[in-house]
């Protein structure tokens, strides 16, 4: 799962109950950004690497991940 700390359309209250309900095998990746859509979408290396790898490799992270605000580059 890949959750933007401040989604308007998703918020972070919903995005913890599925990931809980998903249970052990599932991972969560949280970036510290706003707007609907995490991946690509925002300049976040560290999200948008978490998931790469995962694309790549196929391998989940070893647990969840947060990964904190990026100031944006011009």
Same mark, same amino acid.
């Given at each position: 799962?890949v959750?933007?700390? &401040? $989604? ?8 913890? &109950?599925?990931r809980?309900?998903?249970?052990? &095998? ?37 647990? $969840? ?10």
């Amino acid at each position: 799962m890949v959750q933007n700390l &401040r $989604d308007p359309a998703t918020p972070l209250p919903g995005a913890l &109950r599925t990931r809980r309900a998903l249970g052990e &095998r599932a991972r969560m990746v949280t970036i510290d950004q706003g707007g609907h859509v995490a991946y690509l979408s925002g300049s976040n290396i560290c999200g948008n690497n978490a998931v790469n790898d995962y694309l790549v490799t196929g391998k989940r992270p070893a647990h $969840d991940t947060y990964c904190p605000a990026q100031q944006a580059t011009p």
